[in-house]
């Protein structure tokens, strides 16, 4: 997190990293400030066609813009600098996460216990972007001999049936091999 901003009684608004940390980029139209106090700046049109959910929630009617907010002025304000700020209840990680998956960028490399947020995230914001991401990343576990015990975890838990099957495959193939040092 770059930037910050703080009044006296209010949390500290930060700023998120590169590339939806531009504050006034002309190309976001909306800003998303998560759980933890970070903004993210964005564009509409590419979340509301990764996510129905957001394509409905930006649909939806807002409150008449006030005066427009500076950066260091109040962070509560429903408005900065001409845009929407939308709350969410996500926290930033999994925010970039998940953006970077609905945005054309390079996917971060996930843990078990991110794999399994973000579906989860693709799954309240019904987005098949990252939720495909998911699925490909733990497809790929699953056919790592040291990684399927951990694929067939996160599929157990996301309800992935397929992906559970190639890993307990996988994991059985890897039990009865004759260069198996287990019991």
């Known amino acids: 997190i770059t930037d910050t901003m703080q009044t006296k009684d209010k949390p500290e608004v930060r700023i998120s990293q590169p590339p ?13 400030q998560t759980s933890d106090d970070v903004r993210f700046w964005l564009c509409k049109a590419v979340v509301a066609r990764a996510s129905p959910i957001f394509k409905d929630m930006f649909s939806m009617p807002r409150p008449s813009q006030g005066p427009t907010v500076t950066s260091s002025e109040d962070p ?7 845009k929407p700020i939308v709350h969410v ?13 609905c945005y054309p960028l390079q996917r971060p490399a996930l843990d078990a216990l991110q794999l399994t947020e973000a579906y989860e995230m693709g799954e309240k914001y019904d987005a098949d972007a990252v939720r495909g991401y998911v699925r490909q ?5 699953a056919l790592q001999t040291e990684h399927c015990l951990r694929a067939y975890l996160i599929a157990y838990r996301c309800g992935m049936k397929e992906e559970m099957v190639v890993a307990a495959d996988r994991r059985s193939m890897y039990r009865s091999s004759p260069f198996s040092f287990q019991n």
């Open 76 to 82: 509560d304000s429903e408005y900065l600098d001409g």
């Open 137 to 141: 990343e733990v497809a790929r576990y």
């Open 20 to 32: 939806f940390h531009r504050e006034g980029d002309a190309f976001a139209d909306f800003i998303l």
């Open 89 to 101: 209840t996500e926290q930033a990680a999994l925010i970039d996460v998940f953006m970077r998956c």
